[in-house]
Each structure stands twice: as structure tokens, then as C-alpha cells.
């Protein structure tokens, strides 16, 4: 429920608050420490207003400033001025561009419609994390308090010359000014005979200083600060230096008053000997700031001074320009919604270039999914297209192909196509996502810098294995799959091995780059019994595709107790050659040391990225096809490709002209192929032993 009403620049929002407010205190004690000869009170108020920042976003002010602009006045109109300025106020508001790698997948249909939620927890989890420190402080400060109020109802009034009522407890705690409308002052009781006159009387002019000053009603401030902002470790450290400079500037007041100043300091060392200092910073006391130090400057009467006319420039410069700016930013227009505005009023008319933005949507299945696309031209006219899956593995994944015609957008993946229609104010996509037996409605909208989702970071890309490393699985975690899912779906991290809804037949299968016919002996649950894998491997770097089979093979072995032997048999197979026309294959421009994409997505559509021929052999023989298919194009490289076919299953209830031909004709037509079916001797693994897992 709260996931559905956060808004993703709402995470962005809160960043960037966090940080002005975090420069804003680092000015504050830049401008404390060019102030320290100054009076207390300067600085006192330089660190009250970096408390107050915290509550006042600059956001806000830009808002103002937007308010007041005038209907005439023309709003920036430099989408690269703009954009800087942006940038420089708010650092955390772009999204953070993925690597554009790709996770390999041996889907079935529906693999990524149905990927697991993962960060879809991450608004609650934070959400909980600060009330529960939010209602901690309140709780403490609540306790603090009702026990003060206790003393203050037990407490007798007192006749003692000064401006404030004076009450006495019993308890041994220190002089305070407890409350903030109706101040009082309560006193130990014994203290009028702990404490020679003198020192009483320097001891209430100091709380005295207190209630004049309000500093009860700014530190209550300071602490609905802190409660707001626990987590920032700068409004703890606002809250030392506000007690320590409250405390230094009420000494200073003291002594200007004609207190001597040893007595002064004498009276103060004698509260901090007899009694405990109040731990609510809302109620000002005597003690609270260092000790040693504090009675050596009262000793030593430091001389403080008055702010020259330099320093009365200089804090009128930062005061004014921390309030300026921002409306500025407002009166300008300059906002994240105008910088795309300005680039898609500026944008060419070819409707490749106008199609070419980051577009974003959710698909609403058993869960939603939010998936975002960025196209981008290449030579001028033609389109490259990268996917995300926000709430799926980390990465982007490249598109096969992507066209836009008049006003239709096509996008091939390797496990499913997209077709959407550009509306007429060119800023949303209606269209079908087909993945698995049913389509579905999914619709984009252009995002802009406002509104964009933030992608999440890949993990960082790891130094390949050694070649001559022989890893094993470190710890790997085995449960059964929910008949819910669909798969199975691989997902290979750089240093972790994932696979949900996957039968110990098919997890063999890519152990050993088997088709399932070249397995024999198995007992009926070893397809039916399916299983979700976790798997941390040894050693450093990561792993090629043949040492996660390795790691997989040492798993089934261990876990599952797998004894087999090998026969050689006669079996039925497929040859994949190249067909007399030649191929139609597209080289890929990927990465030829990632990992290659391959994929299953509505029944008759497969795709591949980054393949080689034994790569789609492999993939055909284990989704497509009832045997082995066996690579004999001598065709070198990687490729991207994609391939549509009518099922046999279901060509009696196609009668569609345009339906595409049956798998043999699409690979000739499609890819320039061919599949020959013949005979050859194949290594058979012939299972003597296996046992459901063991536990983890």
C-alpha cells in the first residue's frame, strides 16, 4: 500500500534536502570559526539557523520565488543553462545510468512479467526505520520530561529576587529554567545553604540570562530538529555546539553585569560538584558545555569583541544570498519540469529523434512491475534501445531490434516485444507487452528530470576468473519453487548464482548442455519437483559461463546425491546449418566477454543477444525443439537475432495470413538457416542414483 503512493522523486527530493542542509552547516562552522573572538550570541544564532535550514527546504523557496515571478517576465530559455543549474542544486536528482549489462536467461514465457518485487520494500523498510527512532527520542524525551513536571508538583515556592518564579524540589539536580510560555526557575532545595550569597546571586543572573535569551523555545526547536532528522549525525553536533555557545554567551552576560569573576566560577564548579546536570537541552541549566575550558576563559576574562563592519557585510552576504538564491532559481523559472520542457520544445521534427527520450510505465500483472526504456538515435536514423527492470535484476538489457514508423513503436528483447502507438501530444505510448500465452496492456509516459525513476546500480563489474580455477560453490541455499512462478529464470551476478523454478532435469540440462531426451533413468519427480537456487562461489573474480556449469555439477553432485554413467546411444537430432541462401544474422555490438541474452517470450518467439551459433543451438534444443541440436555452421561471432514462428500445437487454430510459418520455414526465412534432421551416436547420461536435496 505505502509503495503505491511513494513517489520515486520524493527519494530524490529528501536527498537532495539532506545534502543543502549539510553544506549549509559546513558554512555555519566555517563562519563560527572566522567568529570566535566574536560574542557567543553570533555564533549561537549562525548554528540556530543551520538547525532551521533543516526545516526550511530550499525547495521551497524556489517555490516562492516561482510564485512571485511575473506573467511577463520570459522564463530561462538555455535548456543547457538550465540543466546546470539544476544539476548544481540538486546533485542526486538524475538517475544513476546503469552499465548497459545484460543477465542471461533461459526463459520461459513470462520469465521477467513475473520477477520478484525486490525493491519494492525499500520506501517501507526506511519509513519504519525513522519512526522507530522518531518515537525512541520522543518516548526518552516524554519520560525526561513527566519527571521533571513531577519535581515542578511536588515543589514549593520560593522568595528569591528575580523575574521568574522560583520553586525548590528535594531532588539533587541542577538550577534549571523549566518551560518556555511560563518560565520557572527550579532550585535544589538545599542550595541557598551549599552556596555563599554571592555565588547564589551569580548563579540566578545566569538562569536569569537563560529566560531573557528564550533559550528554552530554541532548543525545543533544535529538538523537533532532531527528531525529524535523527539519522543526520549534524543535528547532534548542531546540538553540542548550541550548549556550549548558550552557555558561553550567558557567562559573558554575567560577568558584564559586575559578577566577579572568580566567584562566578567558583558558584559553577559547586553546581557541577553537588548536583546532576538536567539531560532535556530544553531546560537551561548551569553546567553543559566543557568544564575545564569554560571556567579558564571566565577566568582569564577574555575579551570578546563586537562584530566589526567587515563581518556585518560578510554574514549579510551569506544571509541574504541563502534566501536569494533559491527564489532566484523560482523567479527564473528554472526548475527540473522546465529543463524538458525547453529540450522538447527545442526537440527536431524527425519523429525518430522525437520518439528517442526515456519512457517509462508498469505493467500490471500478479504484481506490478515498473520498466523503463531509454532510446537513443544512432547515425541519425537509427534507433538502439535499452530495457530496465526497476523491479527486477540490476542492469539494462539491449533490445534486438527498435523501429518507429509513423507513429507505431516496435521493440524486440530476447523474452518478450513491445508495439505502442505515440499519443498526439507526444508524451505517452499505448501499447501491448507480449510475453507468455496472453498480452498485456502496458503504457509509457515520457519521463522527464522530475519524475524519472531512479534505475538501480549494477553491481560492480568483477575481473573474469582465472581460466585454470576450479570453484566451488561457497554456500548455496536450496528451496522449493512455488507453483505460483513461472521459469525457470537464471540470473548470474558477478559473484552470485540465482535460479528460481527450475527442476532438477533442467538445472542439469545446464550443468551438462543437455537437451532433456539425453537423460535417462530419472525417477518422475526429477521434472516435476522444481526448486529456487542461491549460490555464492569461492575465489575471486567472476566466473565464466563454463565454471558456473562446473559449480553447478560439484551442487547437483552434493546436494543431490547424483551418481550417473554415460552410454553412447543413436539418437534423433537436429543439425543447424546455414541454409543456401546464406545467413541473415546481425552482428552484435555487445561486449563479447559479457555473458550472452537468450530468451523465450510468447509461445513462437525467441530471441538472443550477444549469441554465438552453439549459444542458440543450446537454447533451441532446450526451448524449442524435443532433441538435440547439434551447431555445424562454422558461423564465428556473436549475434543478435530474433525469431517468430507459428507452434505446432497451435497452427490448427491459426488461420491469420499473416501468422508466421512453422519453425523449420522461419529459421530458413528469418535467420538463413536450416535445421536437418538425422541420426548421431550421443553421449547419454544414464542416472544410478539421485535424492531429493539435502537440507541447507
Known sequence: MFTELWKESWSAAIVNHLWQSTLVMLVAWLLTLLLKRNQARTRYWIWMTASLKLLVPFSLLAAIGDWLRPASMSPIGSPQLASAMVKMAHPFLQSPQSSESFTTAFAEPATVASAPHHGSLLPEI?????????????????????????????????????????????????????????????????????????????????????V?????????????????????????WIERRLIEERERACDEAVLQLGNEAEVYAESILNVCKFYTE?????????????????????????????????????????????????MVFGLLHITEGRVAEVRAQSAPANPAKNIAATWQGTLHT????????????????MLRAIFYNIDGPTGGIPAISATF???LLKIDLPFATYEGTLGADGNSITGMWRQGQNPLPLNFARATLETEWTIPQPPRRLAPMAADANPTFE????????????????????????????????????????????????????SSETYDISAVPDGEGEPSIKQW?????????????????????????????????????????????????LGFGPPGNMGATNATMADVAGAMQQGALDRP???????AGRFDLRLRWTPEEMHSATESSDAPPDLFTAIQEQLGLKLVSTKAPVDVIVIDRVERPSAN
Open 549 to 597: 556449469q562446473l559449480m553447478v555439477r560439484k551442487l547437483v553432485a552434493d546436494r543431490f546425491q547424483l551418481k550417473f554413467h554415460y552410454e553412447k546411444r543413436e539418437l534423433s537430432v537436429y543439425a543447424l546449418t546455414v541454409a543456401k541462401t546464406g545467413p541473415k544474422l546481425t552482428r552484435s555490438q555487445g561486449d563479447p566477454s559479457q555473458l550472452p541474452g
Open 212 to 236: 531573557l535569551r528564550r533559550d528554552n523555545l530554541t532548543a525545543a526547536i533544535h529538538m523537533a530538529v532532531e527528531a525529524i532528522f535523527w539519522f543526520h549525525p549534524g543535528v547532534w
Open 629 to 635: 541440436v547439434v551447431d555445424q555452421t562454422e558461423l
Open 405 to 407: 514508423k509513423g507513429s
Open 278 to 326: 538536567s539531560t532535556l537541552a530544553c531546560i537551561s541549566g548551569v553546567t553543559g558545555s566543557e568544564l575545564k575550558q569554560r571556567i579558564l576563559r571566565i577566568m582569564t576574562n577574555q575579551v570578546t569583541l563586537k562584530l566589526d563592519l567587515s563581518r556585518k557585510l560578510l554574514l549579510s552576504t551569506v544571509g541574504i544570498a541563502a534566501i536569494s538564491v533559491p
Open 126 to 210: 526506511f519509513v519504519v526505520l525513522w519512526l522507530c527512532g522518531f518515537l525512541f527520542l520522543l518516548l526518552r524525551w516524554s519520560r525526561d520530561w513527566w519527571a521533571i513536571r513531577s519535581m515542578l508538583r511536588s515543589a514549593s515556592r520560593m522568595p528569591l529576587p528575580i523575574d521568574v518564579p522560583v520553586f525548590s524540589t528535594s531532588r539533587m539536580i541542577e538550577p534549571g529554567i523549566v518551560g518556555i510560555i511560563r518560565p520557572v526557575l527550579l532550585l535544589p532545595e538545599k542550595i541557598v545553604d551549599r552556596l555563599p550569597a554571592p555565588q547564589l546571586r551569580s548563579i540566578l543572573a545566569h538562569e536569569n540570562c537563560h
Open 366 to 381: 500478479d504484481r506490478d512491475l515498473r520498466f523503463v526504456v531509454k532510446i537513443t538515435t544512432v547515425d541519425d536514423a
Open 475 to 526: 554456500v548455496a541455499t536450496i528451496k522449493p519453487g512455488s507453483p505460483d512462478e513461472h521459469g525457470p529464470r537464471f540470473w548470474f551476478d558477478p559473484h552470485r548464482f540465482s535460479v528460481t523454478h527450475i527442476s532438477l532435469s533442467q538445472l542439469i540440462q545446464f550443468a551438462y548442455g543437455l537437451q532433456r531426451r539425453e537423460i535417462a533413468g530419472a525417477p518422475d519427480w526429477f
